[in-house]
């Protein structure tokens, strides 16, 4: 007899956890609604680093992912002084995390076989990377950390307007700014 009750209690408490679990996977996937992002975005940005005057092509492109989450690719053209080019070209597939508004970047597998983030302290000095949503902006940061313990910080600001999509980056080196870039990026149909 008081096993059975024991086993009721047990089963009441894995349908009241599964039930808020539900819950919570339905509360974080409202919040979670990074679909209006989808598209492909053009623009260009003047900027000063170090003194020096560049242009920088720029070209956002954010997808679906699978049924996992999304995909940011972005491509940055610097034409500095001289005619020297400097092309960056990247795509990190993004999925969400436990928390609600932050999605884990899927940069490696594991030994599980599980899509991870990159470790920013590990021998080859990948950046840790990962993104936020909040409101009409999708923030990604990327996290590296420099030999003799300092750390640079790359933020991407991407936020939705009736334009476009705002542009905002910027640089940090151990707190301090290094470089701010802004643009409006208008939709490719």
Partial sequence: MRVNKVLRAFLLTCVCLLLVNCKAQDKASATNDWSAFYGTFTGNAETVVAGEMSARDLTVVIKPWHDKGFTVE???????????????????????????????????????????????VGEDADPYVWAGLEASTLTVSALYIVDGGGYELHVYKRSLNEEGLLLEFERLSNGEKVTEVSALLESVK
Avoid: C, E
């Avoid at 070209?89 to 599980?112: C, Q």
């Fill in 74 to 120: 972005w491509k940055t053209v610097i034409h500095r002084a001289g005619g020297v080019t400097k092309n960056t070209d990247l795509s990190i597939d993004f999925y969400p995390s436990p928390r609600p508004g932050l999605f884990a970047s899927a940069m490696r597998t594991d030994v599980f076989g599980q899509a991870v983030p990159y470790d920013p």
